[in-house]
């Protein structure tokens, strides 16, 4: 069975920071691209910033410049580091990624989502 966990979410003030991480694991053959959505109360689901297997990032554009989306593939993991952050940022942020697994299959899988609050 294919998982996605990721952990990193919680409480920060305005123009504070946080780290979230997303580990793969499972019958995986192979990762292509990883990225991380975000859903805020009321409002559709998001594309926060993403990155191919070959490294090429792209982002929101209302989080250009204070997000940064990386990966380690020997972890088979994500991360999104998160600074200056804004009362906006706040919601559900969900991990994506586009696997290949055992078995032939290849498609989008899902994290669980980890809270994101910014507020003082």
């Known amino acids: 069975q294919v998982q996605l966990v990721e952990s990193g979410g919680g409480l920060v003030q305005p123009g504070g920071s946080l780290r979230l991480s997303c580990a793969a694991s499972?019958?995986?053959?192979?990762?292509?691209?990883m990225g991380w959505y975000r859903q805020a109360p009321g409002k559709q689901r998001e594309l926060v910033a993403a990155i191919s297997s070959g490294g090429s990032r792209n982002y929101a554009d209302s989080v250009k410049g204070r997000f940064t989306i990386s990966r380690d593939n020997a972890k088979k993991t994500v991360y999104l580091q998160m600074n200056s952050l804004k009362p906006e940022d706040t919601g559900v942020y969900y991990c994506?990624?586009?696997?290949?697994?055992?078995?032939?299959?290849?498609?989008?899988?899902w994290g669980q989502g980890t809270q994101v609050t910014v507020s003082s």
């Open positions: 994506n990624a586009d696997l290949w697994v055992v078995g032939g299959y290849r498609g989008d899988y």
């Open positions: 499972g019958s995986i053959v192979n990762i292509y691209a």
